[in-house]
T-cell receptor, first 113, second 111 residues
């Protein structure tokens, strides 16, 4: 059974650009959550999607957005990149309850220069 | 405010020694509790979780954790550490579908 797949693994972008990260959940998982991990702030919750609807949202500016497709794959987008957006972005998928069976992907390492 | 505290930023133990990583939480009701492990450059792997019932929970890789309501703690233990256990460990708490992570404890294993 394939795990949670995040692409790309590494990304380098310039300040002001935008970026889109992709997450393919485990087959049958309908909930996808996104987290930002930085050395200073640790793991912070961005948002959760279930059945193409955002169900929960963390405390991030509107530059961070996401969506989920009918096949449960999810993308997150960051517009007008700032240096502080450099981080490991982790995606986790689960069954309907969104929590009890979380499985994380290996993450996308974003570097903003 | 909800919070998860891992008091130890970095712990070093000798291979074969026992291990205890501390986790304290601040929530109103009994939350769902988790321990994850993260190797460098990798995602998080679930070690164990507690929802209800027996307060001593067994996980993968020989880890266990004990939920103590009176102390608001969920400490992770392993009787004999292996060199491959060197990693970062995160305690996480969920209440109302909101998952919060502790700052993590980095474990170094001495030969």
């Amino acid at each position: 059974k394939a795990g949670v797949t995040q692409t790309p693994r590494y990304l380098i972008k310039t300040r002001g650009q935008q970026v889109t990260l992709s997450c393919s959940p485990i087959s049958g998982h309908r909930s996808v959550s996104w987290y930002q991990q930085t050395p200073g702030q640790g793991l912070q919750f961005l948002f959760e999607y279930f059945s193409e609807t955002q169900r929960n949202k963390g405390n991030f500016p509107g530059r961070f957005s996401g969506r989920q497709f009918s096949n449960s794959r999810s993308e997150m987008n960051v517009s007008t990149l700032e240096l502080g957006d450099s981080a490991l972005y982790l995606c986790a998928s689960s069954f309907e309850d969104g929590i009890s069976s979380y499985t994380f992907g290996s993450g996308t390492r974003l570097t903003v220069v | 405010a909800q919070s998860v505290t891992q008091p130890d930023i970095h712990i070093t133990v000798s291979e074969g020694a026992s291990l205890e990583l501390r986790c304290n939480y601040s929530y109103g009701a009994t939350p769902y509790l988790f321990w994850y492990v993260q190797s460098p450059g990798q995602g998080l792997q679930l070690l164990l979780k507690y929802f209800s019932g027996d307060t001593l929970v067994q996980g993968i890789k020989g880890f266990e954790a004990e939920f103590k309501r009176s102390q608001s703690s969920f400490n992770l233990r392993k009787p004999s550490v292996h060199w491959s256990d060197a990693a970062e460990y995160f305690c996480a708490v969920v209440e109302d579908n909101d998952m919060r992570f502790g700052a993590g404890t980095r474990l170094t294993v001495k030969p």
